[in-house]
């Protein structure tokens, strides 16, 4: 019988996930992180644990390689929107003060 990596309990084929050369029931491959639960399709993996792609251990030092120009964009869009946000709110303390 198969365990599961994470959880330690038998892996039966119905629910059983093949990753990272390890067993693990569908629902305990989630992120060390966050919890969240993985796909094979979905999952990375760093010192055999899975990750999601947000908490991907080797994005904190090679976030650059990661980061796809949809991703750029959406951050540059972010980062006008709460500036404007942030103008409006000092001219309407001007006004009140
Ligand atoms: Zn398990
Ligand atoms: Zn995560």
Redesign the pocket.
């Known amino acids: 019988m198969q365990s599961c990596a994470r959880c330690g309990f038998v892996v039966y084929p119905a629910e059983k996930i093949n990753c990272i050369d390890q067993n693990w029931h569908k629902a305990c491959f989630h992120?060390d992180?966050?919890k969240?639960v993985l796909t094979a399709n979905n999952f990375v993996s760093h010192k055999k644990r899975p990750?999601?792609s947000?908490?991907n251990p080797r994005n904190n030092t090679f976030t650059s390689v990661y980061e796809t120009p949809i991703n750029i964009n959406a951050k540059k869009q972010s980062k006008a929107s709460s500036e404007v946000g942030s103008h409006h709110r000092t001219a309407r303390l001007f006004v009140y003060c």
Request: net charge neutral; charged share 0%.
């Open positions: 992120c992180v966050c969240m990750y999601c947000v908490h």
